[in-house]
Each structure stands twice: as C-alpha cells, then as structure tokens.
C-alpha cells in the first residue's frame, strides 16, 4: 500500500509568486489534514477534508492560503501570493477515521525568498 | 482550547542509556495521545498511540509511553537507546469530541541525540 506522497518535495519561490503543493492521500482515506512547520515552531494544523468537503479550516492563516481536494482524492494548497512567512514544511496526513492515527507524507519544504 | 507542552527541546544521552522524553498536555475534554518521530530527512512517523484501555501503551522501536491521567502527561521512554533513534520526537493529542474531533495539536518536538 502506498503511503501519503506530496510534492514538490522542495520549493523555492519570490515573494508575491504563486505556489502550488500537492497531497495524495492514502487510498481509501477520506480523511486528509494540511498542517505547516514554521521554523522554530511546532506542528500547526491548518485544515480538515471529509471526502471533497471541508470539515475544519480553522486553521488557515488568511486569505492567500485556498485548499481543495476535487473528488475526495488528491489535495492542493495553494499560496497566492506567497510572502516571507509562508515559509516552512507543509504536512499531508491522512486518516480512514477521525481520531484515528493519521498518516503524514514527507512534506513540502517551502522557501519563499 | 488544548495545548501540548515538551519539556525537553533537545536530549542528548549515550548508546544503549535509557531515555525519557516528557509529555504534558492541558485540555478541558477527553483527548487521544500520539506520539510521532521525524527521522532526518524524512516525514512524520507514528511510533505509539492511546485511545483507551490499559494505560501503559507500547510502541514500535521498543518505545512505550504511559498515560497518567492525574498528572495530565504522556512520556516517552526506551530503556537502551540507539544511534538509530537519534530523530526528533513529537506528542500530539487530538480531541474526541467537538468540530474539531481527530485534528492533532502538536507539541514543539524533542531532539534525541544518541552519542556512541
């Protein structure tokens, strides 16, 4: 069985571009999260997908930030612009149920210059 | 709200020593408890999980972590280490109740470096 696969695995970007990463849950796993790693800080969840929906985005920290997951598989988070601190490890995990152990992917490591 | 609390942000200890890395949580609702381990280079790997039942829980890699509910705490602890499990360590808990049920709140994670 495949695991939780993310890419790019790196990522260096401007200030004010554009930024797309790319989670691929595990198979059957209608639970995906985003969560991010800012330098020096701990592990912040950002959001929650049930399937296609989103269950909690609490944790998105403004507007440049937009998830999606079309047709409950794969998930996209996109950061437009990107500004300074965006810039961290951004973590994919996947569950089958809620409070379950989630599965994490290797993470995106974002640099925004 | 909930939140976790390392004690410990880097631990340094010799082969084949024992180890314990704290674990404190604060939540006004019951929780479930993970603790996970980054290898260099590598994503986040689940080394042992409470959700119910006996409260000393036992984990991969000869980790095992008691729940002390009274003390609101999860340690981790191996009796030898290894250089293998030179990684940084990170305790999580996640609600079971409320909109939020199953979101993990990470602690800031515990450098273990193991020294031959």
């Known amino acids: 069985e495949a695991g939780v696969t993310q890419f790019p695995s790196h990522s260096v970007i401007e200030k004010g571009q554009t930024v797309t990463l790319r989670c691929d849950p595990i198979?059957?796993?209608?639970?995906l999260y985003w969560y991010r790693r800012v330098m020096g800080k701990e592990i912040k969840f950002l959001l929650h997908?049930?399937?296609?929906?989103?269950?909690?985005e609490s944790g998105m920290p403004n507007n440049r930030f937009l998830a999606e997951r079309t047709g409950g598989t794969y998930s996209t988070l996109k950061v437009q612009p990107a500004e300074l601190e965006d810039s961290g490890v951004y973590f994919c995990?996947?569950?089958?149920?809620?409070?379950?152990?989630?599965?994490f992917g290797q993470g995106t490591r974002l640099t925004v210059v | 709200a909930q939140s976790v609390t390392q004690l410990d942000s880097q631990v340094p200890v010799f082969e084949e020593a024992p180890v314990e890395l704290r674990c404190n949580y604060s939540s006004s609702v019951s929780v479930y408890l993970f603790w996970y381990v980054q290898y260099p280079n590598q994503g986040l790997q689940l080394l042992l999980k409470?959700?119910?039942?006996?409260?000393l829980v036992k984990g991969i890699n000869g980790f095992e972590a008691e729940f002390n509910k009274s003390q609101t705490s999860f340690h981790l602890r191996k009796p030898s280490v290894h250089i293998s499990d030179t990684a940084e360590y990170f305790c999580a808990v996640s609600t079971q109740e409320g909109g939020s049920q199953g979101n993990l709140i990470f602690g800031k994670g515990t450098k273990l470096s193991v020294k031959p």
């Open positions: 198979s059957g796993h209608d639970n």
């Open positions: 995990a996947s569950s089958r149920r809620r409070y379950t152990e989630a599965f």
């Open positions: 409470y959700l119910s039942g006996s409260t």
């Open positions: 997908f049930v399937k296609e929906s989103k269950q909690d």
